[in-house]
């Protein structure tokens, strides 16, 4: 079965003994886990975070946990 790395779009076999599939090379394995950790994708994993701490369950929670006085002024 042919493959094209999802980097560079060369067309390799796919193999299970390939550590690095579907990519073609440690190189583009690499290269792929830098786009991942850049800016392109760190912002969907923010607006992620922020609709979970948004959700309504994790606030009540959160708010259960306040002291007591923590409304008081
Ligand atoms: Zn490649």
Redesign the pocket.
Same mark, same amino acid.
């Given at each position: 079965m042919k493959v094209d790395?999802p980097? !560079?779009h060369?067309s390799i076999e796919w193999d299970s003994s390939n550590p690095y599939r579907p990519? !073609?090379?440690k190189r !583009?394995q690499l290269i792929d886990l830098g786009e991942w950790t850049s800016e392109s994708h760190a912002i969907p994993l923010k607006d992620e975070q922020s609709e979970i701490l948004l959700d309504p369950e994790s606030v009540e929670e959160m708010l259960s946990q306040m002291p007591d006085d923590f409304f008081k002024e």
């Open positions: 790395c980097q !560079c060369k990519f !073609c090379s !583009c």
